[in-house]
Nanobody
Framework: QVQLVESGGGLVQPGGSLRLSCAASGFTYAIYDMRWYRQAPGQQRDLVASITGGGRSSYADSVKGRFAIYRDNAKNTVYLQMNSLKPEDTATYYC???????WGQGTQVIVSL
């Protein structure tokens, strides 16, 4: 059974940093693409970052240069390092495994004074 569990969200001031984690289980983690999405209240869920099984990453324009996605295949975990956070980054962040159409439960990030 595929399972994705996010952690690491919280309240942070503008300009601060957070690192989100997504622990995966139930499949051969290392060969699959992984993605992070986010959804602000009343908004659609948007793709933030992707990483291939080979480690190639891509980002939404709104987070380029501030966020970094990376994976530790030994730990079956994908991370999202978020720096220089802005109030508009406030959202619930979701880990996604597109091949299995699997989602985590989400972790909330609030960027505010």
């Amino acid at each position: 059974q595929v399972q994705l569990v996010e952690s690491g969200g919280g309240l942070v001031q503008p300009g601060g940093s957070l690192r989100l984690s997504c622990a995966a289980s139930g499949f051969t983690y290392a060969i699959y693409d992984m993605r992070w999405y986010r959804q602000a209240p009343g908004q659609q869920r948007d793709l933030v970052a992707s990483i291939t099984g080979g480690g190639r990453s891509s980002y939404a324009d709104s987070v380029k240069g501030r966020f970094a996605i990376y994976r530790d295949n030994a730990k079956n975990t994908v991370y999202l390092q978020m720096n220089s956070l802005k109030p508009e980054d406030t959202a619930t962040y979701y880990c996604n495994l597109p091949t299995f159409e699997a989602w985590g439960q989400g972790t909330q990030v609030i960027v505010s004074l």
